[in-house]
């Protein structure tokens, strides 16, 4: 693949993160928005009255502008670095075409960079989380994200090494069960953290954790399904037809 290639499919890459970035937004404001509102709500009513703090933004700015841009950034950077993984895996891991390649790449990443750390370390709403432990809670999270994502390229490595002897579907299953292993041990190992008051409502909690989680799917699903139609568009054009009604003239 040489470098002007990269460049289009890296230009396309942002493109579709910007897209996928639209679909997220649309998702964050209309499931998301209501449950931050609600737990703001929760922690207003329940803050002592000297405690209240002067909005240096407004919450209204906050749920809009602010939102569309943390999002829509986040898109056009995620879908430029994704990109550049999809040229070093396209061909590496199967005989998949450029459109298979990038959704098995957008779903292996959804799985690996934010489910795997989600189920150990779940999205808070506002009034959840004490501020003096936020730098725990945070490197925490980044650790398991990053144990994650080692463990899947460790994963896919064994899994094609396995391959020859086992088969692709025995080397797959081997390879995934290890994944499974590891990952259940750093459950196990790594601290709990639950912050959540005890009269914080369960429904609204739910709530927010399930809409947290169909953003992030909407954005790496929605990645996967354009960048996968841009790519195969770019490294596989249909040939040009020529309508039945357009002579061609024979050579002379």
Same mark, same amino acid.
């Given at each position: ?13 942002m493109?579709?993160?910007? &897209? ?7 998702v ?5 928005e209501?449950?931050?509102?609600s737990a703001?709500?929760f ?27 943390? *999002?829509?950034v ?5 879908g &430029? ?6 040229? $070093? ?7 998949f ?14 799985l ?16 959840v ?5 936020i ?6 999270? $980044?650790?398991?994200?990053v ?5 899947a $390229? ?7 090494r396995?391959a ?11 390879? *995934? ?15 709990v953290?639950n ?7 369960a ?12 953003m992030?799917a909407t ?7 354009? $960048?996968?139609?841009?790519a ?12 039945? &009604? ?7």
């Amino acid at each position: 693949m040489n470098s002007a290639t990269v460049r289009n499919l890296l230009v396309r890459g942002m493109l579709a993160g910007l &897209g996928a970035g639209v679909l997220a937004l649309i998702v964050a404001y209309f499931l998301g928005e209501p449950n931050v509102d609600s737990a703001i709500g929760f922690e207003e009513a329940h803050a002592p009255a000297h405690e209240h703090e002067v909005e240096l933004v407004s919450r209204s700015l906050q749920s809009t502008a602010g939102l569309a841009t943390g *999002v829509l950034v986040y898109g056009v950077a995620f879908g &430029g670095i994704a990109a550049l993984a999809f040229c $070093f895996a396209l061909g590496r891991v199967g005989r998949f075409t450029p459109r298979a390649t990038a959704l098995l790449l957008s779903g292996t990443a959804l799985l690996a960079v934010y489910v795997v750390p989600f189920l150990k370390y779940p999205a808070n709403p506002p009034s959840v989380g004490d501020p003096d432990t936020i730098g725990k809670r945070t490197t925490l999270y $980044f650790l398991m994200m990053v144990l994650s994502v080692l463990l899947a $390229f460790a994963a896919v490595i064994v899994g094609k090494r396995l391959a020859p002897k086992l088969g692709t579907w025995h080397a797959t299953v081997v390879a *995934v069960l290890g994944f499974g292993v590891v990952i259940g041990l750093a459950y196990e190992f790594l601290p709990v953290i639950n912050e959540v008051p005890g009269d914080f409502p369960a429904t609204l909690l739910w709530r927010f954790r399930l809409s947290a989680l169909a953003m992030q799917a909407t954005l790496w699903g929605g990645f996967g399904l354009v $960048f996968g139609e841009l790519a195969e568009r770019l490294l596989h054009p249909k040939p040009a037809t020529v309508s039945a &009604g357009t002579a061609v003239a024979a050579p002379q």
